[in-house]
């Protein structure tokens, strides 16, 4: 009972003592670093848990569900069943080739037949007629009814509303259809697309048992849903079957979308480190400040328990309200953002989880405990005799206490929240860094600037002396200043990278149009109609059809692969099942760069050995290893050729690339074909009818739509990039004031002392600068250290980037860092030039 | 904790404090004995660095002693540990210091109050108006220490020591930092909370006229007591 009495009467001292506190301004700085912090770190969080979101929907909308089950075979309908049991949406479709008939004119289309609902995702591109208006609509083509490629009308000579054979079926043209969401990144696919309802299979009758086709479930539904029918899913998984997810995607858009996730992971988790440092800061001198109110207390006969207790309530209570308060705002914050982000660019975010309103939250007040409790712990050790005795202090922390107290707290958020074990790797080796190298420049500093008298040179040598004399506060001081920059760096070096990344694939100037089965008697002529027209001619690549037989004697369906549903599964990765693309050339394309083995270029064309560069996934995947010997059937005659070289090839670059590149010679006298890209504006569209009149044989592609998808996720992923970065480093800035603020005491005590013994208010002004400047500009080389070692790592292994070193930031972030330290130092100590050094030293 | 109601209340016995520095032990104090009786005032006196204030900082339990014991109102220092010195101290003493030790982000009012907070005793509003009418503060309550002169701030000290109602009280320098006048002034306020409570004054003095109204002064030299 009495233990209860005095436990209240603890709090009510607390929060008594807290409210005249909060009344003195005193705790408003740690209050305002907790409220910046958490409300940068919640927004940030429900922003990109809502880009996740919209991402991972962009990511469905290509797959064409959350969940994709494919297979060779026809699908059990008994999955259907479980999946309407999960509540999800399901659609089934078939894609196959089959011949399409309009009078006595034929074409090989490539047909796709769609349930009801589809699509799940996003929507279908349509026009009513060649060269209409687009329009989107959410919804397949009704039976009896077709949605046909441009192509199709163009190759059979016939119009939206017109008749056309499927099978045993006719069935009537209703549409133009220019793209579904979900066609994926297979530009080659050489026959004109045909939507078609999935009813009509059986009345078309086209698909018998055995027929080749593709056949899929898409499924969309919540994510947990999604989680749990996807676990059901994977044991029955058996041979020909494959089962994707959104967001998994590792090509093309499914890579840009992917590796943005990732940034904003990162840009998440750095957030919430800053908001740690920026705490950790001003615990630190809050507590510092506490150190006479705690001797005085003690001295009125307060236990050690009790100050104990009284801090901890505040502070608790100081987290209570800020969490509160930043969660809210934070919340606030990001739907600014997000409508913003929907007028700018069109993107409309889907709803935050649930996790967002804690994160902020839960950082916040783990952090401030983290970094709070070893100060307090020694606070209540402060002698009561230093209220007669002012200079004894609580015996210094252990820097190292401090930090692991706040390191684990860290940890433990992050993996809390982004359970990528690897980025807090990452960050801990960069860290840890940073700090070793730390100890070891102020080491070598002191132990250089003793010995060649640095501190003699002038107003410079001044400022490494001021340094160098509060060197303990100021490891503190550093380290935080460049962790805060290191990670700025880190953001802003993966910025500049992944911008780079993704707007080299798509040009200006990249071809919207691919043109094949150019006849080599064709070639003059073709290029010709392009110079008529004023656009210059496009280069012509020869290409020749063939299939892959033998490796190393071994053939391939029967011997590599002896389970014949293996066979069918490797080669529905459609490298096998068709006739690949061979070409021959002695340069290598610009955008292929050899991975192992040597190009081979300027090799005898007489030797007798044909030489080929093979793709290097497609290499792995059917274990082509150099100097292989490759057996080809090409139109029935038989090739033979050895692996010089593996090429990694950039697929998304919208110009011709093969899977195997032959030295030049080789293909001579077989059946070759030539394939180009080019780019047409819309005002040089006229040239495009001319080429279909003229050359009746050519196959051209128009890719447009495709482009302007890949163009659109692109802008929208760049601005959000831009965002997350300005937003990090706005809060690297608070923290950088923070930090700057961390022993203003003690520099305002510093600058009236010297002030009353005679330095000018000019001196000091460059003494404050030249130390500033010193300590951005240190701060920057270490960050920088950091920054290549996180970087590197990152590139490696989250972004599959190859990683290399960042030369201009290195001169750009330690210049940069000094100029702003030293600018925003100087404002903050701006008191201890301009006040009387009387009235700064009457002050506390 | 019992009343204090023995004779001598404060005893000191073979007290030495010695502070280890990097090159050498240096003894502060050495070989310190006495006995102060309830309601006695004492001025200890000596010149700079002769141990007076490490005395008064042994003697109310501030710091511990290297050898000897002190026992204040029959309570044995030693005995206790850090905590339970502080009980004694929330429990028997007060203390002036030379620079006030107010806190900053309190009114003058609340820094009365702080003693009577920590110690868990409220309600004792007509007492803790009546002692800032005492010390002549009555319209200054609701002051900062920053908006108030030394010997104003020295009140609100006096003030903060008496509330509680100490048994002992231990000033360091209390006038050291205010001018002559101003000093007198709570010199005389001092002593007369000090006979009309009762309470034993121990005070560390430069001030020869201050020492003089004591009623025995203590001189230390090099950290011994002068007989």
């Known amino acids: ?844 | 904790m019992e009343k204090c109601e023995s004779e001598a209340i404060v005893i000191a016995n073979n007290l030495g404090k010695e502070v280890a520095s990097q090159f050498e032990t240096l003894t502060i104090l050495a070989g310190v004995s006495l006995q102060i009786k309830r309601a006695e005032s004492v001025a200890i006196v000596g010149v700079s660095g002769s141990g007076k204030s490490t005395l008064l900082g042994l003697l109310a339990g501030l710091d511990e002693p290297t050898c000897g014991e002190v026992s204040l109102c029959g309570q044995s220092l030693s005995k206790l540990d850090e905590d339970g010195r502080a009980l004694v101290r929330a429990e028997h003493v007060g203390f002036v210091f030379q620079s006030f030790q107010l806190l900053p982000n309190l009114t003058a009012l609340e820094n009365v109050l702080l003693p009577l907070e920590i110690a868990n005793k409220e309600g004792q509003k007509a007492h803790v108006e009546d002692l800032m009418k005492r010390v002549g503060l009555s319209d200054r309550q609701h002051h900062y220490p920053s908006q108030l002169s030394g010997g104003e701030q020295q009140r609100v000290a006096i003030a903060r020591a008496f509330v509680t109602e100490p048994t002992i009280l231990f000033a360091d320098e209390p006038t050291g930092n205010l001018d002559s006048a101003t000093g007198a002034t709570i010199i005389d306020l001092l002593f007369e909370l000090n006979q009309s409570n009762n309470t034993t004054l121990i005070m560390v003095t430069h001030d020869a006229n201050l020492a003089q109204r004591c009623d025995r002064q203590i001189r230390l030299q090099a950290g011994q007591i002068q007989s």
């Open chain 1, 1 to 844: 009972m009495k233990n209860q009495q005095g436990a209240m009467a603890t709090f009510m001292l607390s929060m008594r003592l807290f409210k005249r506190e909060w009344r003195s301004g005193e705790l408003r700085i740690l209050a305002l670093a907790l409220l910046i912090a958490i409300t940068a770190t919640t927004s940030i969080s429900f922003f990109t848990d809502r880009l996740g979101a919209a991402l991972l929907n962009r990511s469905a909308e290509m797959l064409g569900g959350d969940l994709v089950v494919r297979g060779t075979r026809p699908l059990n309908a008994e999955w259907l069943d479980a999946a309407q049991k999960a509540a999800l949406n399901a659609v089934q479709t078939a894609e196959f080739s089959t011949v399409a008939i309009h009078q006595e004119r034929l074409l090989l289309a490539s047909v796709k037949a769609v349930t009801d609902r589809y699509p799940l995702y996003g929507a279908v591109q349509l026009a009513d007629q060649r060269y209409g208006e687009a329009y989107l609509l959410r919804r397949g083509p009704s039976p009896g009814s077709l949605w046909v490629d441009p192509r199709v009308l163009d190759r059979l000579q016939v119009d939206v509303g017109d008749q056309i054979n499927i099978g045993a079926a006719t069935f009537q043209i209703s549409r133009v259809l220019l793209l579904e969401p979900d066609r994926g990144g297979n530009y080659f696919n050489l026959a004109p697309r045909i939507l078609m309802n999935h009813q009509d299979l059986a009345v078309a009758q086209v698909l018998q048992a055995g027929s080749r086709a593709n056949y899929k479930y898409l499924f969309a539904g919540d994510r947990p849903a999604i989680e749990q029918f996807k676990a059901y899913l994977l044991p029955k998984m058996a041979v020909g079957y494959r089962l994707l997810s959104a967001g998994e995607g590792r090509e093309g858009a499914g890579l840009v979308l992917s590796r943005t996730q990732q940034y904003l992971a990162l840009t998440a988790l750095l957030a919430i480190i800053l908001a740690a440092i920026a705490i950790a800061v001003a615990t630190r001198r809050y507590s510092q400040r506490q150190y006479d109110v705690s001797a005085v207390m003690r001295c009125l006969g307060a236990t050690q328990k009790t100050i104990f207790r009284i801090y901890s309530i505040q502070l608790l209570g100081l987290a209570l309200v800020c969490g509160v308060l930043g969660t809210l705002l934070g919340w606030f914050v990001q739907m600014l953002l997000a409508n913003a982000l929907q007028e700018t660019i069109r993107l409309v975010l889907p709803d935050s989880s649930r996790a967002p309103w804690l994160v902020g939250f839960v950082a916040g007040v783990l952090v401030l405990l983290g970094t709070a409790l070893p100060p307090l712990w020694r606070l209540k050790r402060v002698s009561p005799l230093r209220v007669i005795r002012r200079d004894l202090a609580p015996l210094p922390i252990k820097g190292w206490l401090v930090f692991s107290a706040a390191w684990l707290a860290l940890c433990l958020l992050v993996l809390l929240f982004t359970r990528e074990l690897f980025l807090v790797l990452a960050l801990l080796v960069g860290l840890t860094l940073i700090l070793v190298l730390l100890a070891a420049v102020i080491w070598f500093m002191l132990r250089i600037s003793k010995g060649i008298g640095i501190t003699q040179l002038g107003l410079v040598g001044q400022g490494f002396k001021r340094i160098l004399r509060r060197s303990k506060s100021y490891t503190l001081q550093m380290t935080a200043l460049a962790m805060t920059l290191m990670l700025m760096a880190v953001l802003g070096m993966l910025r500049a990278e992944l911008l780079d990344n993704w707007s080299a694939q798509i040009p200006d100037d990249v071809p919207n149009h691919f043109a094949f089965n150019i006849m080599p008697t064709d070639t003059e002529q073709f290029s010709q109609a392009f110079s008529e027209q004023g656009v210059s001619a496009p280069p012509l690549y020869p290409m020749v059809r063939g299939r892959l037989t033998k490796i190393n004697g071994v053939d391939i369906n029967a011997e590599l692969f002896p389970d014949k549903d293996e066979a069918a599964e490797r080669r529905s990765d459609g490298s096998l099942n068709r006739e690949l693309n061979l070409s021959w050339t002695d340069s290598l394309p610009a955008d292929n760069e050899i991975v192992s083995g040597q190009w081979h270029s300027g090799a005898s064309v007489e030797k007798a050995a044909a030489m080929v560069s093979v793709e290097k996934e497609l290499a792995e995947r059917l274990g082509i290893g150099l100097q292989d010997e490759l057996e080809f059937d090409i139109a029935g005659q038989p090739l033979t050729a050895t692996v010089t070289s593996l090429r990694s090839v950039v697929w998304e670059s919208f110009t011709p690339n093969f899977y195997m590149l032959f030295s030049s010679g080789a293909l001579n006298n077989l059946p070759t074909t030539y394939v180009t890209s080019f780019r047409l504006d819309a005002e040089q569209r006229q040239l495009l009818m001319k080429l279909v009149q003229a050359f009746p044989s050519i196959t051209i592609l128009e890719i447009d739509a495709l482009i302007a998808q890949l163009q659109t996720i692109l802008e929208q992923v760049t601005t959000l990039v831009e965002i997350m970065l300005l937003f990090v480093l706005l809060a690297g800035l608070c923290v950088l004031l923070a930090i700057i603020q961390s022993d203003l005491d003690e520099r305002l005590r510093e600058g009236a002392l010297m002030r009353a013994l005679g330095a000018s208010r000019r001196y000091l002004q460059w003494l404050n600068y030249i130390e500033f400047s010193l300590l951005g500009l240190l701060a920057g080389v270490l960050a920088m250290a950091g920054a290549e070692l996180v970087t590197a790592l990152l590139y490696q292994r989250v972004f599959d980037l190859s990683p290399h070193w960042h030369w201009p930031f290195w001169l750009g972030l330690p210049v940069f860092a000094g100029l702003l330290v030293a600018v925003v130092g100087n404002i903050a100590v701006q008191r201890t030039v301009n006040q009387s050094p009387m009235q700064l030293l009457n002050r506390r």
